[in-house]
Nanobody
Framework: QVQLVESGGGLVQAGDSLRLSCAAS????????VGWFRQAPGKEREFVAA????????HYADSVRGRFTISRDNAKNTCYLQMKSLKSEDTAVYYC?????????????????WGQGTQVTVSS
């Protein structure tokens, strides 16, 4: 089992930037594919971005492509989500998820390790 802890959320204005971090426990982070998801009130959890175990393959939801960047530092057991040009519709709880193996995954059911989430609120 991998423990994931997100941080970096907060209240910002539209157009601002934030960087979320996902810190993982254990010594096997470099073997994990990692994804970011978000869930707004009353809505289903949706895919945001994902990266393969070595960061060589990344994938984004159409709604964030060009504004968000996913990256990872395996030496620090941490995955990042850099968010720029934030919009009010980006307001949600953001979750980090991980699983062993593979390139990247975009469905919540593909992941078996989840963090507790971090709130991002964008005021317009």
């Amino acid at each position: 089992q991998v423990q994931l802890v997100e941080s970096g959320g907060g209240l910002v204005q539209a157009g601002d930037s934030l960087r979320l971090s996902c810190a993982a426990s254990g010594r096997t982070f470099s073997r994990l594919a990692v994804g970011w998801f978000r869930q707004a009130p009353g809505k289903e959890r949706e895919f945001v971005a994902a990266t393969s175990w070595n960061g060589g393959i990344v994938h984004y939801a159409d709604s964030v492509r060009g504004r968000f960047t996913i990256s990872r530092d395996n030496a620090k057991n941490t995955c990042y989500l850099q968010m720029k040009s934030l919009k009010s519709e980006d307001t949600a709880v953001y979750y980090c998820a991980a699983r062993y193996g593979g390139d990247y995954y975009t469905l919540p059911q593909d992941y078996d390790n989840w963090g507790q989430g971090t709130q991002v609120t964008v005021s317009s």
